[in-house]
């Protein structure tokens, strides 16, 4: 494999991406590709006590350290939480980081989640990766099309469940036992979640819902302890139909 493969993951808030794309993205990285950390929303409202730019400093620290664990590279946040809307202006940006990277995977939220922000984030990200090659789409700066092909890859809801409720499955999954114990570790760098929901729902409540999380996606795979579930993508305007990238680390 060479050394111009890389593998984007982009998550909406500070350890979504810990939480259900993680342990995939460093199975890649130990398979030689060049992996790309981003979050869409900078976490400004997953606090009760700090005020909004305390929080939107404290988070994004806490993000380059989970990034620098694993070996990724930090992309900047572009907006506070609850202003991901899949909008114009937005979609520039996004649009200009994919032409900046240019991604042969890129790991993102599932199309239906339990909240808009990550719905949105999944949008931006496939519309922002679709007209990579549109030299008359402008995007924010400005950047060069090009022409990669590029792998979608939509990892499992948080909670396992749609917007009504309803169970989700994966369309296959990844074992990743060998990186759980990391996962766990990149998550804890999140202190600032951590102190909060262990004041709320009892200490390592976070730590502990990853880990009940990635049994509970093992169970589904019925092949594996600890697992994280992808679905790929529509090709169309990506990839040729036959590439699958992810199929190796099966």
């Known amino acids: 494999m060479t050394e111009h493969l890389k593998a984007f993951a982009v998550g909406c808030h500070p350890d979504d991406i810990e939480f259900m ?70 979609l520039a940006k996004m649009g200009s980081i994919i032409r900046e990277v240019a991604p ?47 792998t979608i890859y939509h990892a499992l809801p948080y909670g396992l469940k749609d917007p009504l409720n309803n169970d989700v499955d994966a369309g296959f999954y990844i074992d990743v036992e060998s990186k759980i114990e990391l996962k766990k570790e990149m998550l804890g760098l999140h202190k600032s979640q951590k102190e909060w929901l262990d004041k709320s729902q009892g200490v390592n409540a976070y730590i502990k819902t990853l880990e009940e999380m990635s049994l509970k996606i093992g169970e589904k795979s019925e092949r594996f302890k600890y697992a994280e579930g992808w679905t790929r993508h529509l090709t169309l305007g990506f990839c040729a139909d036959d590439v699958d990238p992810l199929a190796s680390l099966i």
């Open 21 to 90: 794309m993680s342990g995939t993205l460093m199975l890649l990285k130990d398979a030689g590709y060049e992996i790309h950390y981003m979050n869409i929303a900078n976490g400004s409202c997953g606090t009760a006590c700090y005020e909004t730019e305390t929080a939107i400093k404290i988070r994004r620290e806490e993000s380059i350290k989970a990034t620098e664990l694993i070996g990724a590279v930090y992309h900047e946040s572009l907006v506070n939480d609850l202003e991901v809307f899949y909008e114009k202006k937005l």
């Open 104 to 150: 042969e995977i890129i790991l993102t939220h599932s199309p239906s989640e339990y909240m808009e922000d990550h719905s949105n984030t999944c949008r931006l990200t496939v519309s922002a990766a679709f007209c990579r090659g549109m030299r008359n789409f402008p995007v924010t700066p400005h950047k060069n099309p090009v022409s990669q092909p590029v």
